[in-house]
């Protein structure tokens, strides 16, 4: 068997001058031997030369266009982005070493590689491209240990646990299967993220995706909503309806929430999952579907199960590939890239760049995030609305986050008791600070100004009391 790495390799794409290009060959030439990818970039993290081995992993077509490509289209936004950790290290003159990304490779699946970037040093000879400005080296990550060294990106996702770099692998290994898939973890944790970016990256990846959550509807309507039903077949039923089955053929029905499954309907769902085969409500015409299966629960089936409140065999139907997202206070160093990575989406969405202040990465860090990732999600888009310059600080988090940096001085006010803003000209309690937002249109800044409060005590202030 043949590794990408020991084909004939192209010639490396080149720019500059002949001595230029000879330097290039002496470095390409040094990292092959170690088994590395290097890659020079220009000032705007675009590639200026690219190794050998680089071309022949991503195949001949994509090797002519590897000039001039940006590196965040090769790598992804998630670290080479307008506001990806790396893209800002190497502004900023400095170094990271053993970060991970995922490549897609011409043939084979994606590979996970391990990617060092360093701004580059000008040799005294003066033979070195001056265009060339950031060394960007990458190897094949060895995907049976998991190095605790650097964040890992791929699929729009970034992490850093090993628990997560799991889960980015057995996203890979799904790519040609159609398999179902159990996605299990606490609220917030990326179910649906990760159930969506499955099926974006399975071979039905052309076909519709089709969310059902069984716990948004009472028994009888979500069998019509999953089988559909006929005319008549229910008081309210005046036409034929086709179900979520037939909507999700060729494609992935995500059963979020299927541990909210009524007993009756999980033996339905069982023969859909064992014969593909079903009928709508009040018909007797037996319909096949060939949906794949992605289902999503935050409960214990186990449990459930023990309870007898789930069916054994259903469950063990479901669990063909069981995914596990571990809760966010229990893989802590996946925090920090993921609130990079979030802040930066937040950012692009108004046009600003976020960055986050030591401090208020450290309140991040030691926050316990019983509510997840969407807790950080919205934790960052609280803080932006907040901060009033481009560096996050700790008193721009909602209060539950920072209690002691959001009210400096303050004694915190049991959340039963009404809390009091203190303002300028006095204390304003939660119904005085309503009045004051009617009385401004729920203008915050005008409200603002009339209590002498600034505009981000205003809006702690109104989240505390349920307002914002
Ligand atoms: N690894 C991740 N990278 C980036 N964003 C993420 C990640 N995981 C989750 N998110 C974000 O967190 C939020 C919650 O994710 P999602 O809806 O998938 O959670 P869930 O597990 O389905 O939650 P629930 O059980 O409450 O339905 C989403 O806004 C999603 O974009
Ligand atoms: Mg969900």
């Keep these: 068997m043949t590794s990408p790495f020991e084909e004939v390799p192209p010639p490396a794409c080149a720019a500059g001058s002949l001595d230029q290009e000879r330097a290039f060959s002496a470095v390409n030439a040094a990292f092959g031997s170690l088994g590395r990818i290097c890659m020079a970039l220009d000032a705007d993290f675009r590639i200026r030369y690219a190794s050998d081995l680089l071309m022949s992993l991503l195949g001949a077509d994509a090797a002519s266009q590897v000039r001039g490509l940006s590196i965040e289209s090769l790598l992804g936004a998630e670290l080479f982005g307008l506001d990806g ?7 900023a003159g400095e170094k990271r070493e053993g970060w991970r990304a995922v490549l897609n490779v011409a043939s084979g699946p994606a590979r996970l590689m391990s990617v060092s970037a360093a701004p580059l040093l000008h040799d005294k000879l003066g ?31 970034i992490a850093r646990s090993p628990a997560m770099a799991r889960v980015f692998r057995m996203i890979d290994v799904l790519q040609h299967s159609e398999s179902t898939v159990l996605v299990t973890g606490e609220s917030g944790t990326g179910k649906e993220v ?66 909210d499954v009524p007993l009756h309907l999980q033996v339905k769902l069982l023969r859909v999952l064992q014969e593909h085969t079903y009928e709508r409500v009040g018909d007797s015409q037996t319909r096949r579907t060939n949906a794949r299966i992605i289902a999503a629960t935050n409960r214990n089936l186990r449990r ?83 901060c009033q310059g481009q560096t996050l600080q700790p008193e721009d988090l909602p209060p539950e986050i920072a209690p002691a940096a959001a009210f400096p001085g303050e ?4 959340a039963h008791r009404p809390r009091p803003v203190a303002t300028a000209s006095g204390v304003v309690d939660d119904l005085e600070l309503k009045v004051a937002l009617e009385q401004n249109r729920w203008n915050r800044l005008a409200t603002a100004r009339a209590l002498g409060v600034s505009r981000s005590t205003l809006w702690r202030r109104m989240r505390a009391a349920s307002l914002g």
């Design 411 to 414: 004694e915190q006010a049991p």
């Design 194 to 259: 990760v159930a969506r970016i499955i099926h974006a990256h399975s071979p039905r990846k052309s076909g519709p995706f089709v969310a059902v959550n069984a716990a948004a509807l009472p028994g009888e309507l979500l069998e019509s909503e999953l089988f559909g039903h006929v005319r008549g077949a229910f008081t309210g039923a005046v036409r034929d309806r086709a179900g979520r089955f037939e909507a999700a053929e060729d494609g992935t029905l995500f059963l979020d929430e299927v541990g």
């Design 127 to 157: 033979v070195c491209d001056p265009a060339a400005t950031y060394l960007v080296v990458l190897r094949p990550a060895d995907e049976s240990t998991v190095e605790a060294s650097g964040p890992i990106a791929g699929f729009g996702l």
């Design 85 to 91: 950790p790396l893209r800002q290290a190497l502004l």
């Design 304 to 386: 459930l199960v023990a309870d007898g409140r789930f069916r054994e065999d259903l469950y063990y139907r479901l669990r063909v590939f069981p995914i596990e997202l571990p809760p966010l206070r229990s893989r802590r160093e996946d925090i920090e890239p993921m609130a990079r990575l979030l802040l930066s989406r937040v950012g692009s969405r108004t046009g600003r760049a976020l960055r986050l202040s030591p401090e208020a990465v450290r309140v991040l860090l030691s926050y316990e995030w019983p509510g997840n990732v969407r807790e950080l999600e919205n934790a960052l888009e609280f803080a932006a609305t907040v």
